[in-house]
């Protein structure tokens, strides 16, 4: 189960994602993952928007080998190594995620020299 929390005595969302979630049933953390390409296991350089969809790509990969998908994310963190890509992760978040959208924290990293995204993330597991 996702249920979005929002209250009119709380600031509201200013982007992409939920104040608050309720979840429940097996839980499943994706670790931080990055541009990584899955059959040379090397970064994948690129633009920031090909690096992202790899990244997203590859979380994707994990969510159905656990047997869940985006659906069920419940909490995801975007770390950006520089924070002039926010609104072209936005963009892209979007054609991996729906409303109600997870809960979000975005922040700038200091990431390995030319790796621009990596995201992690809390999914439920249908039972």
């Known amino acids: 189960m996702r249920k979005q929390i929002t209250s009119d005595k709380a600031a509201p969302p200013q982007g992409v994602y939920s104040p608050a979630i309720v979840a429940s049933g097996p839980t499943l953390y994706v670790s931080g993952q990055g541009p990584i390409d899955p059959a040379s296991g090397e970064f994948r350089l690129g633009t920031f928007e090909e690096q992202a969809r790899l990244t997203f790509d590859n979380i994707t990969t994990l969510l159905e080998a656990a047997g869940t998908s985006w659906a069920n994310v419940v909490r995801v963190g ?15 978040y979007r054609e991996y995620l729906t409303e109600p959208y997870p ?4 922040v700038a990293a200091g990431l390995p ?15």
Do not use: K, Y
């Open 78 to 92: 975007v770390f950006l190594s520089d924070l002039s890509n926010f609104g072209a992760m936005n963009e892209i």
């Open 103 to 106: 809960a979000r924290t975005t």
């Open 113 to 127: 020299p030319n790796m621009l995204i990596e995201v992690d993330c809390i999914a439920i597991v249908p039972e």
